[in-house]
């Protein structure tokens, strides 16, 4: 662990927290987040190399869930919907990228990588625009297929982390009020996640100079959503982003998994050279979790 933690609670109280007896990060969210006592239950899923193939009651939860959330997120944000390739000719800029992001490059051969989010393809489409302020913000939704080599640290359930998944993600391209944009994503993703029942909990990780300057910001956040919020203060930005907001659901064998994911972003755009109206842009990335994690969720706390 880096920095320091802070707990905001409903009624936006900040509070010290004392790490000193915490050896990990999923011990803070046992401590402060009531944890799901039942036993496990059995997920059936098929697995083929950590990538889940969906079949009969399967591919029926994923349609269902799929379709929830797009009609929560077309309903309630301006989004302009997009399909991006599957396979993209490598270059430096997703070279820097790749590293951002902190993953090893999926590379088909010397000139073609998989694309680990939509990211990728979307700010290549974007590189070298400059977006006028009357279209802002500028709300791109993909419903990407993305790939990741990643360490899958002994997992049980392919859902948790596959090597291929389907990611409902949003950037969104703008030149102010990003805690308000933050906000609104965070409102959807929690109906969502409500109208599943699947419970679900605040956490942030944030520069301590963003958090500083923005703290009334974050605090009215958890107020807004009525939620206490764990907050680790870290001396530096950590990949691309400044700020990365996240609900986490604590599952049946009290594993920590992350769902959605909110983030400030004020670094991308200078290495894609997208600005507005001659600035660089800022961005935010949001999305309510892989399906593959949300389905695990709904999954493991309604299965039979």
Same mark, same amino acid.
């Given at each position: 662990? =880096?920095g320091? @933690?802070?707990?905001?609670?409903?009624?936006?109280?900040?509070?010290?927290?004392?790490?000193?007896?915490?050896?990990?990060?999923?011990?803070?969210?046992?401590? @402060?987040?009531?944890?799901? !006592?039942?036993?496990?239950n059995?997920? &059936?899923?098929? &697995?083929?190399s950590?990538?889940?193939i969906?079949?009969?009651?399967?591919?029926?939860?994923?349609?269902?869930?799929?379709?929830?959330?797009e009609?929560?997120?077309?309903?309630?944000?301006?989004?302009?919907?997009i399909?991006?390739? &599957?396979?993209?000719?490598?270059?430096?800029?997703f +070279?820097?990228?790749q590293?951002?992001?902190?993953?090893? $490059?999926?590379i088909? &051969?010397?000139?073609?990588?998989?694309?680990p989010?939509?990211?990728?393809?979307?700010?290549?489409?974007?590189?070298?625009?400059?977006?006028?302020?009357?279209?802002?913000?500028?709300r791109?939704?993909?419903?990407?297929?993305?790939?990741?080599?990643?360490?899958?640290?002994? $997992?049980? !359930? =392919?859902?948790?982390?596959p090597?291929?998944?389907?990611?409902?993600?949003?950037? +969104?391209?703008?030149?102010?009020?990003?805690?308000?944009?933050?906000l609104?994503?965070?409102q959807?993703?929690?109906? +969502?996640?409500?109208?599943?029942?699947i419970?679900?909990?605040?956490?942030?990780?944030?520069?301590?100079?963003e @958090? !500083?300057?923005?703290k009334?910001k974050?605090i009215?956040?958890?107020?807004k959503?009525?939620?206490?919020?764990? =907050?680790?203060? +870290?001396?530096?930005?950590?990949?691309?982003?400044?700020?990365k907001?996240k @609900?986490?659901?604590?599952?049946?064998q009290e594993?920590? =998994? $992350?769902?959605?994911?909110? $983030?400030?972003?004020?670094?991308?755009?200078?290495?894609?050279?997208?600005?507005?109206?001659g600035?660089?842009?800022?961005?935010?990335?949001?999305?309510?979790g892989?399906?593959?994690?949300?389905?695990?969720?709904?999954?493991?706390?309604?299965?039979?």
């Amino acid at each position: 662990m =880096v920095g320091f @933690y802070r707990l905001i609670d409903e009624n936006g109280a900040e509070n010290e927290i004392a790490i000193d007896s915490f050896k990990k990060e999923k011990e803070i969210y046992n401590t @402060y987040f009531k944890k799901n !006592n039942k036993e496990p239950n059995n997920i &059936n899923i098929e &697995n083929m190399s950590y990538s889940p193939i969906y079949v009969d009651k399967d591919l029926e939860c994923f349609s269902k869930l799929k379709n929830i959330i797009e009609k929560n997120i077309k309903e309630k944000l301006n989004v302009n919907e997009i399909k991006t390739p &599957n396979i993209l000719e490598n270059n430096e800029r997703f +070279v820097e990228l790749q590293k951002l992001f902190g993953l090893e $490059q999926f590379i088909c &051969n010397n000139n073609y990588i998989l694309p680990p989010a939509s990211d990728f393809a979307v700010f290549e489409w974007f590189k070298g625009r400059d977006i006028v302020k009357k279209e802002i913000p500028y709300r791109i939704y993909e419903f990407a297929k993305c790939y990741r080599i990643e360490e899958k640290e002994k $997992q049980t !359930n =392919v859902l948790k982390r596959p090597t291929s998944f389907h990611l409902p993600d949003i950037h +969104v391209f703008h030149d102010e009020g990003s805690y308000e944009e933050c906000l609104k994503h965070l409102q959807i993703y929690d109906n +969502v996640l409500n109208e599943l029942d699947i419970k679900h909990d605040l956490a942030l990780r944030i520069t301590e100079e963003e @958090y !500083n300057f923005h703290k009334d910001k974050i605090i009215e956040i958890s107020k807004k959503l009525n939620k206490k919020m764990i =907050v680790n203060v +870290v001396p530096s930005s950590i990949k691309y982003w400044e700020s990365k907001f996240k @609900y986490i659901y604590i599952d049946s064998q009290e594993d920590v =998994v $992350q769902l959605s994911t909110v $983030q400030v972003d004020y670094r991308t755009s200078k290495l894609f050279n997208i600005k507005i109206e001659g600035e660089y842009a800022k961005i935010i990335h949001s999305s309510i979790g892989s399906m593959e994690r949300v389905m695990y969720a709904y999954l493991d706390k309604y299965n039979d």
